[in-house]
């Protein structure tokens, strides 16, 4: 049995120590907006927080989170697509297939937690994600609005 705390719950779930995080919040818990993309944390589509970092939960076993530390989901990111990067995806129509934009989004916000006012290099530094149809420009304008707080930003 393992515990966790996920977007404020704490959750108990039997899966063995070795199954990565991503499984047990998508098939265990139910949050599929966390996505399955490589399964060797390349991609990215998998970025949950952990204590604000954010981290690739597809080769991350289970076992080697606590139950004192703090998981967030896209799910749990903010009430109502809130945050301001959610906020700049929207207005800035972000997306294009969509598939990786939970982990794009997840990884925004934790650079935007920790710089919030980043350089186009050191966006492009740290968001290291993949997008197969390309919306990096949007992506890079996404961050920088969100890190402005203009109309979708903070504030």
Same mark, same amino acid.
């Given at each position: 049995?393992? +515990?966790?705390?996920?977007?404020?719950?704490?959750?108990?779930?039997?899966?063995?120590?070795?199954?990565?995080?991503?499984?047990? *919040? +998508?098939?265990?818990?139910?949050?599929?907006?966390?996505?399955?993309? /490589? =399964? @060797?944390?390349?991609?990215?589509?998998? $970025?949950?927080?952990?204590?604000?970092?954010? &981290? +690739? %939960?597809?080769?991350? #076993?289970?076992?080697?989170?606590?139950?004192?530390?703090? *998981? &967030? $989901?896209?799910?749990?990111?903010?009430? =109502?697509?809130?945050? #301001?990067?959610?906020?700049?995806?929207?207005?800035?129509?972000?997306?294009?297939?969509?598939? /990786?934009?939970?982990?794009?989004?997840?990884? %925004?916000?934790? !650079?935007?937690?920790?710089? #919030?006012?980043?350089?186009?290099?050191? @966006?492009?530094?740290? @968001? $290291?994600? @993949?997008?197969?149809?390309? $919306?990096?420009?949007? &992506? !890079?304008?996404? *961050?920088?609005?969100?890190?402005? =707080?203009?109309?979708?930003? +903070?504030?």
């Amino acid at each position: 049995m393992v +515990r966790l705390n996920v977007n404020g719950s704490v959750r108990e779930v039997e899966v063995e120590p070795d199954t990565p995080l991503l499984w047990v *919040i +998508r098939e265990q818990i139910g949050l599929t907006g966390t996505k399955y993309g /490589c =399964g @060797i944390a390349q991609c990215g589509s998998c $970025t949950v927080h952990i204590d604000g970092a954010a &981290v +690739r %939960s597809c080769s991350m #076993p289970v076992s080697s989170v606590t139950a004192e530390q703090k *998981i &967030v $989901t896209i799910e749990g990111l903010s009430a =109502g697509a809130s945050h #301001p990067v959610q906020k700049a995806w929207a207005q800035l129509d972000v997306p294009q297939c969509g598939f /990786c934009q939970p982990g794009m989004i997840m990884a %925004s916000a934790a !650079l935007l937690a920790q710089n #919030p006012r980043p350089s186009e290099a050191e @966006i492009r530094a740290e @968001i $290291t994600n @993949i997008c197969r149809c390309g $919306t990096y420009n949007r &992506v !890079l304008a996404g *961050i920088q609005l969100a890190a402005e =707080g203009g109309e979708s930003g +903070r504030g």
